[in-house]
């Protein structure tokens, strides 16, 4: 744990990892941990990661999956008190789109997904938000 968090906190500062604080909704592996890059720093990612001493080599391992997409849904109107995470999730459910991470706070909601699945989830979740009266 301690590894993965200097390695995290250092790509961090690299500014490479985007959204650290993403959660994989995978109950294959529990003690991996996933973060999201754009491709366009992978192979700088990669590299940086193989250059670091790697505390057990024979349980470690490194992989990559690309055509994924993230949507973020912020809300910027504190008047709405809204579960803004449940809508998402359940809009989500409804149209059978797996979620492959998440990342929620107060403010906003983010979800990792794959890529062919983003104009049905974004276009669910904004009839969702906006045509089903939950910001009217």
Same mark, same amino acid.
């Given at each position: 744990?301690?590894?993965?968090?200097?390695?995290? @906190?250092?790509?961090?500062?690299?500014?490479?990892?985007?959204? *650290?604080?993403l959660? @994989?909704?995978?109950k294959?592996? *529990?003690?991996?941990?996933? !973060?999201l890059?754009?491709e366009? @720093?992978?192979?700088?990612?990669?590299?940086?990661?193989?250059?670091? *001493?790697? *505390?057990d080599?024979?349980? !470690?391992e490194?992989?990559?999956?690309?055509?994924?997409?993230?949507?973020?849904?912020?809300?910027?109107?504190?008047?709405?008190?809204?579960?803004? $995470?449940? #809508?998402?999730?359940? $809009?989500?459910?409804?149209?059978?789109?797996?979620?492959?991470?998440? $990342?929620?706070?107060?403010?906003?909601? @983010?979800?990792?997904?794959?890529?062919?699945?983003?104009?049905?989830?974004?276009?669910? #979740?904004?009839n969702?938000?906006?045509?089903?009266?939950?910001?009217?």
């Amino acid at each position: 744990f301690k590894f993965k968090k200097e390695i995290i @906190s250092k790509l961090e500062e690299k500014n490479l990892i985007k959204e *650290p604080n993403l959660k @994989s909704t995978s109950k294959l592996n *529990p003690q991996s941990y996933e !973060f999201l890059v754009e491709e366009s @720093s992978l192979q700088e990612v990669l590299s940086f990661i193989e250059k670091n *001493p790697l *505390p057990d080599k024979n349980n !470690f391992e490194i992989s990559y999956t690309k055509d994924k997409c993230k949507i973020s849904v912020v809300n910027l109107e504190e008047s709405y008190n809204l579960n803004i $995470a449940s #809508i998402i999730f359940e $809009a989500l459910h409804e149209i059978n789109v797996n979620i492959e991470m998440t $990342a929620c706070d107060n403010d906003h909601v @983010s979800v990792v997904l794959k890529s062919n699945d983003l104009y049905r989830a974004i276009n669910l #979740i904004h009839n969702k938000l906006y045509e089903e009266d939950y910001l009217l």
